[in-house]
């Protein structure tokens, strides 16, 4: 898939990739094509889709300030296929990284695709976030940051995440479009849940499109669309009642 490659070393708004990385980042969509086949992963399987909606995506996280910390300890929450996880631990092996997703299935798959890569330093979990994250998980407020992306609104993201975050840390929530709505649904809820809005970012790539000429609809679909890095700060520990079970937080989002 020589035009994964050719994106990924193109395209602005990620981190420079070495040979090495951008080689790992082929076999990674070889493997998610193969494995696909037999489990439900993605719906996303074409080079140029994967480049930029997986990889790409994926990889801006590392645009964040605070993930330029050496050494971070991270998790992802409701990793399903492996993202960002996967993209992130491959540009940043320095990362400690626990991937978490309550069907054992695709965490099976996440395992074996990092074993694969031969990737250390990559725990996976299969288990409900507000289980591991409750007031007698072993994984409440352990990490440095952690993120969440397509997986829910905010306003049930931040009582699912900031429970594993540590005071100091940080959760980042990768959002499309609608960031500001739910940034404002979602406000209340933060402060109840010990955190503090530190700051929105916008994040923009560029690629030149006359590189990708019969590829250019898609490719300038993807430049075109808006997207959002939401930067939580944890300031005070979550209080023992949170998070509740999934049902009561899809309920009655605080």
Known sequence: M??????????????????????????LAEILVEENKKVN?????DPVGIALKHFADSLSILEVSEMKKEGLKMADI?????FPGLPVKIARPDIDITMIDSTEKKIKYVRATADKLGLDKVTTVSARAEDLAGAKGNL????????????????????????????GGVFVSMKAASAEEELNEAKAGIIKLGGKVKRVEEVKFD???????????????????K????????VKPTLPQYPRPYAKITKKPL
Request: glycine share 6%; aromatic share 6%; net charge negative.
């Open 2 to 27: 020589e035009k994964i490659k050719e994106i990924l070393s193109s395209l602005s708004g990620i981190p420079i990739l070495t040979e090495e990385q951008l080689s790992s980042f082929d076999k």
């Open 41 to 45: 992963v993605t719906s996303i399987t």
């Open 78 to 82: 409701g990793c399903g296929g492996g």
């Open 140 to 167: 409440r407020e352990k990490f440095d940051l952690v993120t969440a992306r397509a997986m829910a609104r905010l306003n049930v993201l931040v009582e699912l995440c900031l429970p594993f975050v540590k005071v």
């Open 207 to 225: 690629l030149d499109l006359s590189l990708f000429e019969e590829d250019k609809d898609k490719v300038s679909d993807f430049l075109s669309a």
């Open 227 to 234: 997207r959002y890095m939401i930067v939580i700060e944890k």
